[in-house]
């Protein structure tokens, strides 16, 4: 991973760094001069109304969106303008709101093909792998972590939403990243599957990873966060701890009067 190396009697840099970042369509601003830091290891929620420009925020950092202007650092480093790909190899990774598995393969096929990727070696889906090759045991580390290990040759349509919350975890965690972006992972999971999914989430976290998260479940972001960062109408409205968050007028009032 390339990292900017700060200059002697500096502070190492943030994990992650949005400076007066915007975005829109056309003549909509969506995202509007959001200012944000993300310290190593830390976990930080975004929260808001919908249209809010949560997703969109994410869709920035980690670069499917091209920002009309602002700046993205990670570790010091400007990426920018970086494709999401070479942003992955620097560290970040991401999560969507939406499936991106293989449903025709296994558990362990999907997240083997992730480590490939990862690795740089070639994406052979129909060759039967050496178990003890660097991308099986990668796989198969990451199946452990999020507590799937023991369903690799399970077909991915056989698992329950929450598992493949899980998988899909898993494969990002096949590429080592150091920052991890959450958009809404608890979404059409049952009430009975999002506690062990959240227990993952917070493992990875005690892994020492950074992450951002989107998320809708207030009890679950107040109990995992160091950080809250409310967003409103596209504008970044307070970041604070979940104590200090929880008690702020403006925050009420932009869940009641925000755009729904």
């Known amino acids: 991973m390339t990292e900017t190396a700060p200059s002697p009697g500096q502070p190492e840099p943030v994990a992650l760094r949005v400076t007066g970042l915007t975005w829109g369509v056309g003549g909509l601003v969506i995202v509007e001069g959001v200012d944000l830091d993300v310290q190593h290891g830390e976990f ?26 602002g700046v993205i650092e ?8 970086l494709r999401p790909s070479e942003r992955t190899r620097r560290g970040l990774g991401r999560t969507f709101q939406t499936s991106s598995l293989f449903p025709g393969l296994s558990v362990g096929e999907n997240v083997r093909l992730a480590a490939q990727a990862a690795i740089g070696g070639s994406l052979r889906v129909f060759t039967s792998p050496r178990h003890d090759d660097e991308a099986t045991t ?23 939403h929450g598992d493949k919350r899980k998988l899909e975890l898993a494969m990002v965690l096949a590429a ?12 059409g999971v049952s009430a009975e599957e999002t506690a062990p999914l959240v227990e993952v989430i917070q493992d990875v976290h005690r892994s020492g990873r950074a992450i951002v998260m989107v998320e809708h479940r207030m009890e679950f972001v107040v109990d995992v966060s160091e950080r809250i960062a409310v967003m409103h109408e596209g504008k970044l409205l307070t970041v604070g701890s979940p104590t200090e968050v929880m008690a702020d007028e403006r925050v009420r009032t932009a869940y009641l009067g925000g755009r729904r």
Do not use: C, H, Q
């Not at 930080?44 to 009309?68: D, E, H, W």
């Not at 990670?74 to 920018?80: A, P, Q, V, Y």
């Not at 580390?141 to 507590?147: A, D, I, R």
């Not at 080592?176 to 979404?187: I, R, S």
């Open 44 to 69: 930080v929620s975004i929260i808001g109304p919908n249209g809010a420009g949560k997703t969109s925020l994410i869709n920035l950092i980690s670069g499917v969106y091209t920002p009309r202007s």
């Open 138 to 160: 990668k796989a198969n580390e990451v199946l452990e972590t999020v507590g799937l290990l023991r369903r690799r040759e399970d077909r991915v349509g056989e698992l329950s």
């Open 74 to 81: 990670l570790n010091g480093e400007d990426i920018t303008k």
């Open 176 to 187: 080592d990243p150091e920052l991890l972006l959450l958009d809404e992972p608890t979404a």
